[in-house]
């Protein structure tokens, strides 16, 4: 089959336009694991009134309130028991009534989280952590994206998911992934992948919560290694906190920091990726710095410099957690079960590693460096 040149426009049309040898130009109907809302399908760019998001929007908010309900009631996850709950749903995604609202919950609602994540931030947490602990942050996240792209490819597993996962260990779990996995868009990445990131990352964070400390404690840490380590080591924010406060409140404390300054890393990874990640195969997509970036930056900085009352920034923070836990339930149910379980053990083992990766550096870090 000859090969064909694509240019995917990414400026809300949301077709892909096919240029094939005879010069002529087709529109293709984008289906695969457009789950992100990074490129519109076709059908989906007429959804027209609003009305139409409602039964989607209501499906997944009650499987959302349904995953908040059991994550308080047994001590797991909110993110872990919302893709569980949305996988368990996922049979519902053959019910076109529901497309719109899914889409616009896993997609547009996903944005405006990224972007209400800066809300938690403020420039003077990270100056407390001084220059020696934030180069060791970066370091670290840099590595383990490394890595993660190395065991990827070594696994066959590609270069999108190892930057994917990567991102999602180094970074803040579930939001870098789905972060990340808009701005690559389905030219790079299955549905399944990402899916299968996201819950991985979710039970890898649960596991590392319950371990973490312990470990902490068999090494005679300090609160401030203490710290370090549950915040640069663990992926989740809920389980980085939670780890850290149950060593004790001066360690929930650095870890809070620690983590914080790693949320913060998101901008610029997604921002260096916008540029330099390369398309795979006759694939060229041009992407500028995404907006929900320049948003994610300017809350922050307006968190730091103190333009906005805090009491209402605090309120715009509490809602990062259920708009997220929104969009990754609505993502579950979107995702279909057998490309997920196509994936197989090596998706796993590229996690481990990286999961791996990520706790050998913070121990390091914090035992020769905090």
Not at 90 to 111: E, M, Q, V
Not at 316 to 321: E, N, P, R
Not at 327 to 346: E, V
């Given at each position: 089959?000859?090969?064909?040149?694509?240019?995917?426009?990414?400026?809300?049309?949301?077709?892909?336009?096919?240029?094939?040898?005879?010069?002529?130009?087709?529109?293709?109907?984008?289906?695969?694991?457009?789950?992100?809302?990074?490129?519109?399908?076709?059908?989906?760019?007429?959804?027209?009134?609003?009305?139409?998001?409602?039964?989607?929007?209501?499906?997944?908010?009650?499987?959302?309130?349904?995953?908040?309900?059991?994550?308080?009631?047994?001590?797991?996850?909110?993110?872990?028991?919302?893709?569980?709950?949305?996988?368990?749903?996922?049979?519902?995604?053959?019910?076109?009534?529901?497309?719109?609202?899914?889409?616009?919950?896993?997609?547009?609602?996903?944005?405006?989280?990224?972007?209400?994540?800066?809300?938690?931030?403020?420039?003077?947490?990270?100056?407390?952590?001084?220059?020696?602990?934030?180069?060791?942050?970066?370091?670290?996240?840099?590595?383990?994206?490394?890595?993660?792209?190395?065991?990827?490819?070594?696994?066959?597993?590609?270069?999108?998911?190892?930057?994917?996962?990567?991102?999602?260990?180094?970074?803040?779990?579930?939001?870098?992934?789905?972060?990340?996995?808009?701005?690559?868009?389905?030219?790079?990445?299955?549905?399944?992948?990402?899916?299968?990131?996201?819950?991985?990352?979710?039970?890898?964070?649960?596991?590392?919560?319950?371990?973490?400390?312990?470990?902490?404690?068999?090494?005679?840490?300090?609160?401030?290694?203490?710290?370090?380590?549950?915040?640069?080591?663990?992926?989740?924010?809920?389980?980085?906190?939670?780890?850290?406060?149950?060593?004790?409140?001066?360690?929930?404390?650095?870890?809070?920091?620690?983590?914080?300054?790693?949320?913060?890393?998101?901008?610029?990874?997604?921002?260096?990726?916008?540029?330099?990640?390369?398309?795979?195969?006759?694939?060229?997509?041009?992407?500028?710095?995404?907006?929900?970036?320049?948003?994610?930056?300017?809350?922050?900085?307006?968190?730091?410099?103190?333009?906005?009352?805090?009491?209402?920034?605090?309120?715009?923070?509490?809602?990062?957690?259920?708009?997220?836990?929104?969009?990754?339930?609505?993502?579950?149910?979107?995702?279909?079960?057998?490309?997920?379980?196509?994936?197989?053990?090596?998706?796993?083992a590229a996690i481990l590693c990286g999961t791996m990766a990520a706790l050998v550096l913070a121990l390091t870090a914090a035992a020769y460096v905090i």
């Open positions: 089959m000859p090969a064909v040149a694509r240019q995917v426009s990414c400026n809300g049309g949301g077709n892909v336009m096919t240029t094939n040898p005879s010069g002529g130009t087709t529109t293709q109907s984008v289906q695969a694991a457009d789950l992100y809302n990074e490129l519109w399908a076709a059908e989906t760019a007429k959804i027209g009134p609003i009305g139409r998001l409602y039964p989607g929007l209501a499906v997944a908010l009650l499987a959302a309130l349904a995953a908040g309900f059991l994550a308080a009631r047994y001590a797991v996850p909110p993110t872990l028991m919302g893709l569980l709950i949305g996988l368990a749903l996922n049979f519902l995604n053959s019910d076109k009534r529901l497309t719109p609202g899914l889409i616009f919950a896993s997609g547009t609602l996903l944005r405006w989280g990224i972007v209400l994540l800066g809300a938690k931030l403020t420039f003077s947490q990270f100056a407390a952590l001084g220059p020696a602990a934030f180069l060791a942050i970066v370091a670290i996240a840099a590595s383990v994206i490394v890595a993660m792209v190395l065991v990827s490819r070594a696994l066959s597993l590609g270069t999108a998911f190892g930057v994917l996962a990567g991102s999602a260990i180094a970074i803040c779990g579930a939001s870098a992934a789905l972060a990340v996995a808009a701005l690559l868009g389905e030219k790079r990445l299955q549905q399944g992948e990402l899916t299968m990131t996201l819950v991985l990352v979710s039970v890898m964070s649960a596991a590392a919560m319950s371990f973490y400390p312990l470990l902490a404690h068999f090494l005679s840490f300090t609160d401030r290694q203490a710290g370090f380590l549950m915040g640069a080591a663990i992926h989740d924010v809920a389980q980085s906190l939670g780890a850290g406060y149950g060593y004790s409140p001066i360690a929930g404390d650095n870890a809070a920091i620690v983590k914080m300054s790693r949320v913060a890393l998101l901008g610029p990874v997604l921002a260096v990726l916008a540029f330099i990640f390369p398309s795979g195969g006759s694939s060229r997509i041009r992407a500028g710095v995404p907006w929900f970036v320049l948003g994610f930056f300017a809350l922050a900085a307006l968190s730091s410099l103190n333009m906005v009352p805090r009491p209402l920034l605090d309120g715009v923070a509490m809602l990062t957690t259920p708009i997220l836990l929104l969009s990754i339930t609505a993502a579950g149910i979107r995702s279909p079960m057998a490309m997920i379980l196509k994936q197989g053990w090596k998706p796993f």
